[in-house]
Protein backbone atom coordinates (compact mmCIF):
# COMPACT_ATOMS: atom_id res chain seq x y z
CA UNK A 1 0.00 0.00 0.00
CA UNK A 2 1.65 3.39 -0.50
CA UNK A 3 0.75 6.49 1.24
CA UNK A 4 -2.06 9.32 0.42
CA UNK A 5 -0.32 12.73 0.94
CA UNK A 6 -3.30 15.47 0.95
CA UNK A 7 -1.12 17.78 -0.77
CA UNK A 8 -1.45 15.06 -3.49
CA UNK A 9 -5.11 15.41 -3.14
CA UNK A 10 -6.44 17.08 -6.54
CA UNK A 11 -4.11 15.04 -8.33
CA UNK A 12 -5.24 11.82 -6.89
CA UNK A 13 -8.55 12.56 -8.22
CA UNK A 14 -7.47 13.27 -11.26
CA UNK A 15 -5.90 10.11 -11.71
CA UNK A 16 -9.14 8.24 -10.44
CA UNK A 17 -11.54 9.90 -12.84
CA UNK A 18 -9.37 8.66 -15.62
CA UNK A 19 -10.16 5.70 -14.56
CA UNK A 20 -13.72 4.09 -15.76
CA UNK A 21 -15.16 3.13 -12.86
CA UNK A 22 -14.08 5.47 -11.13
CA UNK A 23 -15.11 8.27 -12.93
CA UNK A 24 -18.66 6.26 -13.16
CA UNK A 25 -18.77 6.43 -9.04
CA UNK A 26 -17.07 9.34 -8.79
CA UNK A 27 -20.34 11.18 -11.46
CA UNK A 28 -22.91 9.44 -9.67
CA UNK A 29 -21.81 10.21 -5.95
CA UNK A 30 -20.92 13.62 -6.83
CA UNK A 31 -24.48 14.12 -8.45
CA UNK A 32 -26.45 12.57 -5.27
CA UNK A 33 -24.60 14.80 -3.02
CA UNK A 34 -25.00 17.82 -4.71
CA UNK A 35 -28.49 16.71 -4.57
CA UNK A 36 -29.09 16.04 -1.25
CA UNK A 37 -27.01 19.06 0.15
CA UNK A 38 -29.17 21.68 -1.81
CA UNK A 39 -32.80 19.56 -1.22
CA UNK A 40 -34.41 22.53 0.24
CA UNK A 41 -33.58 24.82 -3.16
CA UNK A 42 -34.37 22.09 -5.48
CA UNK A 43 -37.13 20.71 -3.82
CA UNK A 44 -40.38 21.73 -5.60
CA UNK A 45 -42.71 21.09 -2.61
CA UNK A 46 -41.98 20.38 0.92
CA UNK A 47 -41.85 16.44 1.32
CA UNK A 48 -44.33 16.45 4.69
CA UNK A 49 -46.78 18.75 3.24
CA UNK A 50 -49.92 17.51 1.16
CA UNK A 51 -49.83 19.04 -2.09
CA UNK A 52 -52.19 16.89 -4.40
CA UNK A 53 -54.94 14.13 -4.05
CA UNK A 54 -53.47 10.39 -3.23
CA UNK A 55 -52.12 8.20 -5.98
CA UNK A 56 -51.62 10.71 -8.73
CA UNK A 57 -49.81 9.54 -11.61
CA UNK A 58 -46.79 11.61 -12.59
CA UNK A 59 -47.70 14.68 -14.40
CA UNK A 60 -46.15 17.67 -15.16
CA UNK A 61 -47.24 19.60 -12.00
CA UNK A 62 -45.78 16.07 -9.67
CA UNK A 63 -43.01 14.73 -12.09
CA UNK A 64 -43.08 11.49 -10.00
CA UNK A 65 -47.13 11.51 -8.52
CA UNK A 66 -48.35 11.59 -5.21
CA UNK A 67 -48.46 8.75 -2.61
CA UNK A 68 -51.33 8.29 -0.41
CA UNK A 69 -52.20 11.07 1.42
CA UNK A 70 -50.59 13.77 -1.51
CA UNK A 71 -47.46 13.93 -1.14
CA UNK A 72 -45.17 14.93 -3.56
CA UNK A 73 -42.82 11.86 -4.06
CA UNK A 74 -40.12 13.65 -5.82
CA UNK A 75 -39.87 16.12 -2.93
CA UNK A 76 -39.46 12.67 -0.83
CA UNK A 77 -36.83 11.40 -2.71
CA UNK A 78 -35.03 14.90 -2.69
CA UNK A 79 -34.93 15.09 0.83
CA UNK A 80 -34.79 11.53 1.90
CA UNK A 81 -31.06 11.44 0.20
CA UNK A 82 -30.32 13.38 2.82
CA UNK A 83 -30.92 10.50 5.38
CA UNK A 84 -29.88 7.49 3.03
CA UNK A 85 -26.70 9.04 2.13
CA UNK A 86 -25.77 10.29 6.08
CA UNK A 87 -26.62 6.78 7.34
CA UNK A 88 -24.73 4.82 5.09
CA UNK A 89 -21.62 7.31 4.85
CA UNK A 90 -21.54 6.86 8.72
CA UNK A 91 -21.91 3.67 9.64
CA UNK A 92 -19.60 2.68 7.13
CA UNK A 93 -16.84 5.25 8.37
CA UNK A 94 -17.50 4.57 12.19
CA UNK A 95 -17.01 0.81 11.28
CA UNK A 96 -13.96 1.42 9.18
CA UNK A 97 -12.47 2.84 12.12
CA UNK A 98 -13.54 0.59 14.74
CA UNK A 99 -12.44 -2.53 12.35
CA UNK A 100 -9.13 -0.79 11.75
CA UNK A 101 -8.16 0.10 15.36
CA UNK A 102 -8.64 -3.48 16.39
CA UNK A 103 -7.51 -5.25 13.66
CA UNK A 104 -4.29 -3.08 13.95
CA UNK A 105 -3.90 -3.41 17.96
CA UNK A 106 -4.47 -7.29 17.16
CA UNK A 107 -2.51 -7.71 14.68
CA UNK A 108 0.46 -5.87 16.40
CA UNK A 109 0.81 -6.93 19.96
CA UNK A 110 -0.44 -10.59 19.08
CA UNK A 111 -0.76 -12.43 22.03
CA UNK A 112 -3.50 -13.02 24.65
CA UNK A 113 -4.80 -9.70 22.98
CA UNK A 114 -4.99 -11.14 19.90
CA UNK A 115 -6.33 -14.25 20.83
CA UNK A 116 -9.26 -11.91 22.08
CA UNK A 117 -10.19 -10.03 19.47
CA UNK A 118 -9.74 -12.82 16.69
CA UNK A 119 -12.53 -14.82 19.22
CA UNK A 120 -14.76 -12.00 19.67
CA UNK A 121 -14.52 -11.28 15.64
CA UNK A 122 -15.00 -14.88 14.37
CA UNK A 123 -18.11 -15.52 16.66
CA UNK A 124 -19.69 -11.95 15.54
CA UNK A 125 -18.76 -13.45 11.99
CA UNK A 126 -20.69 -16.47 12.65
CA UNK A 127 -23.93 -14.67 13.42
CA UNK A 128 -26.18 -14.31 10.42
CA UNK A 129 -25.89 -10.12 9.96
CA UNK A 130 -29.77 -9.48 9.15
CA UNK A 131 -31.79 -11.62 11.95
CA UNK A 132 -29.02 -9.85 14.11
CA UNK A 133 -29.98 -6.30 12.61
CA UNK A 134 -33.50 -6.58 13.37
CA UNK A 135 -33.41 -7.83 16.51
CA UNK A 136 -30.83 -5.32 17.99
CA UNK A 137 -33.04 -2.41 15.96
CA UNK A 138 -36.24 -3.84 17.59
CA UNK A 139 -34.93 -3.91 20.90
CA UNK A 140 -33.02 -0.62 21.05
CA UNK A 141 -35.83 1.53 19.41
CA UNK A 142 -36.40 2.95 16.16
CA UNK A 143 -33.60 6.04 15.52
CA UNK A 144 -31.29 6.81 13.03
CA UNK A 145 -28.41 6.53 16.02
CA UNK A 146 -29.93 3.22 17.00
CA UNK A 147 -29.82 2.30 13.09
CA UNK A 148 -26.29 3.41 12.47
CA UNK A 149 -25.08 1.90 15.82
CA UNK A 150 -27.16 -1.70 14.66
CA UNK A 151 -25.15 -1.12 11.53
CA UNK A 152 -21.78 -0.95 12.68
CA UNK A 153 -22.14 -3.60 15.40
CA UNK A 154 -22.62 -5.96 12.44
CA UNK A 155 -19.96 -4.37 9.86
CA UNK A 156 -16.61 -4.01 11.69
CA UNK A 157 -15.45 -7.85 12.36
CA UNK A 158 -15.26 -8.02 8.75
CA UNK A 159 -12.87 -4.94 8.50
CA UNK A 160 -11.14 -5.98 11.49
CA UNK A 161 -10.20 -9.46 9.63
CA UNK A 162 -8.86 -7.79 7.32
CA UNK A 163 -6.83 -4.87 8.80
CA UNK A 164 -5.41 -7.52 11.25
CA UNK A 165 -4.03 -9.75 8.24
CA UNK A 166 -2.33 -6.73 6.78
CA UNK A 167 -0.91 -5.54 9.83
CA UNK A 168 0.28 -8.94 10.28
CA UNK A 169 1.70 -8.52 6.84
CA UNK A 170 3.37 -5.09 7.36
CA UNK A 171 4.88 -6.22 11.40
CA UNK A 172 6.71 -8.86 9.70
CA UNK A 173 8.75 -6.53 7.12
CA UNK A 174 12.55 -6.45 7.89
CA UNK A 175 12.28 -2.13 8.39
CA UNK A 176 10.26 -2.86 11.12
CA UNK A 177 12.00 -5.42 12.44
CA UNK A 178 15.36 -2.87 12.25
CA UNK A 179 13.22 -0.17 14.32
CA UNK A 180 12.13 -2.60 16.85
CA UNK A 181 16.16 -3.17 17.09
CA UNK A 182 17.05 0.26 17.38
CA UNK A 183 14.74 1.00 20.17
CA UNK A 184 11.50 2.10 18.85
CA UNK A 185 8.20 2.46 21.00
CA UNK A 186 5.46 0.46 19.82
CA UNK A 187 3.66 4.21 19.58
CA UNK A 188 6.30 5.46 17.05
CA UNK A 189 6.34 1.86 15.35
CA UNK A 190 2.66 2.13 14.44
CA UNK A 191 2.10 5.92 13.82
CA UNK A 192 4.95 6.27 11.76
CA UNK A 193 5.14 3.13 9.65
CA UNK A 194 2.09 0.63 9.79
CA UNK A 195 -0.80 3.12 10.09
CA UNK A 196 0.00 5.16 7.21
CA UNK A 197 -0.26 1.96 5.02
CA UNK A 198 -3.07 0.63 6.70
CA UNK A 199 -5.42 3.99 6.10
CA UNK A 200 -5.22 3.54 1.93
CA UNK A 201 -7.12 0.34 2.77
CA UNK A 202 -9.39 1.56 5.38
CA UNK A 203 -10.26 4.64 3.03
CA UNK A 204 -11.57 1.69 0.45
CA UNK A 205 -13.01 -0.56 2.76
CA UNK A 206 -14.96 3.01 4.23
CA UNK A 207 -15.87 3.78 0.44
CA UNK A 208 -17.36 0.08 -0.44
CA UNK A 209 -19.14 -0.52 3.25
CA UNK A 210 -21.14 3.02 2.43
CA UNK A 211 -23.24 1.19 -0.13
CA UNK A 212 -23.88 -2.01 2.04
CA UNK A 213 -24.69 0.28 4.96
CA UNK A 214 -27.08 2.01 2.76
CA UNK A 215 -28.88 -1.81 2.01
CA UNK A 216 -29.21 -2.82 5.41
CA UNK A 217 -30.50 0.77 6.54
CA UNK A 218 -33.39 0.14 3.32
CA UNK A 219 -33.80 -3.69 4.72
CA UNK A 220 -34.61 -2.51 8.56
CA UNK A 221 -36.59 0.74 6.78
CA UNK A 222 -38.46 -1.55 4.29
CA UNK A 223 -39.37 -4.04 7.57
CA UNK A 224 -40.90 -1.05 9.44
CA UNK A 225 -37.23 -0.45 11.99
CA UNK A 226 -36.78 2.79 10.66
CA UNK A 227 -36.76 6.28 11.87
CA UNK A 228 -40.52 6.87 11.58
CA UNK A 229 -39.50 10.40 12.05
CA UNK A 230 -37.37 10.80 8.92
CA UNK A 231 -37.77 10.34 5.46
CA UNK A 232 -34.89 7.72 3.69
CA UNK A 233 -35.82 6.30 0.49
CA UNK A 234 -35.99 3.02 2.38
CA UNK A 235 -38.81 4.66 4.65
CA UNK A 236 -40.16 5.46 1.47
CA UNK A 237 -40.31 1.95 0.19
CA UNK A 238 -41.82 1.16 3.49
CA UNK A 239 -45.00 3.46 3.38
CA UNK A 240 -45.14 2.57 -0.21
CA UNK A 241 -45.75 -1.15 0.95
CA UNK A 242 -47.89 -0.81 4.17
CA UNK A 243 -50.41 2.13 2.46
CA UNK A 244 -51.61 0.12 -0.29
CA UNK A 245 -48.92 1.42 -3.25
CA UNK A 246 -47.83 -2.12 -4.03
CA UNK A 247 -51.66 -3.17 -4.41
CA UNK A 248 -52.71 -0.02 -6.01
CA UNK A 249 -50.08 -0.56 -8.89
CA UNK A 250 -48.41 3.00 -7.55
CA UNK A 251 -44.67 2.21 -8.93
CA UNK A 252 -43.92 5.50 -9.16
CA UNK A 253 -43.80 5.42 -5.21
CA UNK A 254 -41.35 2.43 -4.97
CA UNK A 255 -39.75 2.26 -7.64
CA UNK A 256 -37.69 5.65 -7.68
CA UNK A 257 -36.48 5.09 -4.85
CA UNK A 258 -35.04 1.57 -4.86
CA UNK A 259 -33.35 2.31 -7.91
CA UNK A 260 -31.68 5.58 -6.50
CA UNK A 261 -30.32 3.21 -3.63
CA UNK A 262 -29.19 0.58 -6.81
CA UNK A 263 -27.60 3.49 -8.26
CA UNK A 264 -25.85 5.01 -4.97
CA UNK A 265 -24.65 1.30 -4.46
CA UNK A 266 -23.40 1.05 -7.96
CA UNK A 267 -21.59 4.53 -7.37
CA UNK A 268 -20.31 3.21 -4.28
CA UNK A 269 -18.61 -0.10 -5.54
CA UNK A 270 -17.08 1.42 -9.25
CA UNK A 271 -15.54 4.14 -6.64
CA UNK A 272 -14.17 1.85 -4.14
CA UNK A 273 -12.81 -0.52 -6.65
CA UNK A 274 -11.08 2.07 -8.80
CA UNK A 275 -9.52 3.38 -4.95
CA UNK A 276 -8.27 0.32 -4.29
CA UNK A 277 -6.60 0.26 -7.38
CA UNK A 278 -5.05 2.94 -7.53
CA UNK A 279 -3.70 2.54 -3.29
CA UNK A 280 -2.93 -0.92 -4.12
CA UNK A 281 0.83 -1.07 -6.25
CA UNK A 282 -0.01 -4.79 -6.89
CA UNK A 283 -3.36 -4.53 -8.62
CA UNK A 284 -1.64 -1.66 -10.71
CA UNK A 285 0.97 -4.04 -11.89
CA UNK A 286 -1.41 -6.61 -12.64
CA UNK A 287 -3.13 -3.81 -15.51
Not at 148 to 171: D, E, G, H, K, N
Not at 278 to 287: A, H, Y
Amino acid sequence: MVRLKPRRLIDFLKRLAKKPPGAIGLTILLTLGIIAIFAPYISPYNPWERVGTPFEPPNPKHLLGTNDVGQDILSEIIWASRISLTIGFLSALISALVGTFLGVIAGYFRGLLDRLITSITDIMLLIPSLPLMIVLAAFLGRCIFIIIFVIVITSWPSVCRMIRAQTLSISSLQYIEAAKAIGAGSGRILLKYIIPQILPLTMAVSILGTGEAMIAEAALSFLGLGDPLAKSWGTIIYWAFVSGGFTYGAWWWFVPPGALIALSVFGFMNLGYALEEELNPKLKQQQ
